[in-house]
């Protein structure tokens, strides 16, 4: 595949993540899918991606995550995404819901192969969304 063709298939996986059809993922992940959360925190298959990722979008009443940039180079693409939830209404890790809402930005780095998403890693600041939802 091109790097247009990767870029094109992570502005679909996001905009499917952005409406909350988890049922897709496969059609986007490879079948060695690797999700890392954070740095040394492997969730292999589409199954740890929908497992880690899916709590934190239902935590809140309705949500956004906006596809704001696109870089990319040889099979990798860079996307920089908006996450924004209103009413934070469901235990979310170790927070309890306050309904507050949450903005935050969000790093991902995918790396494609063989036509699919093989990996993701994902940066977000925890302290930040920690604060933001902490009662007050």
Do not use: W
Not at 96 to 125: Q, W, Y
């Amino acid at each position: 595949m091109s790097i247009e063709d990767n870029k094109k298939l992570a502005q679909e996986f996001y905009a499917a993540l952005d409406r909350g059809e988890f049922d897709r993922m496969d059609e986007f992940c490879h079948k060695d899918f690797v999700f890392y959360s954070q740095v040394d925190t492997p969730k292999p298959g589409v199954s740890g991606l929908i497992d880690s990722e899916r709590p934190s979008f239902e935590a809140f009443e309705s949500y956004s995550f906006a596809l704001k940039q696109v870089v990319a180079e040889g099979d990798k693409v860079a996307a920089y995404l908006l996450f924004e939830g209103k009413n934070h209404i469901r235990q979310l890790g170790v927070m309890a819901p306050h309904n507050k809402d949450l903005r935050m930005s969000v790093f991902c780095l995918l790396t494609f192969k063989d036509g699919k998403i093989i990996e993701k890693r994902a940066h977000i600041d925890g302290a930040d969304a920690l604060a933001q939802l902490a009662a007050g």
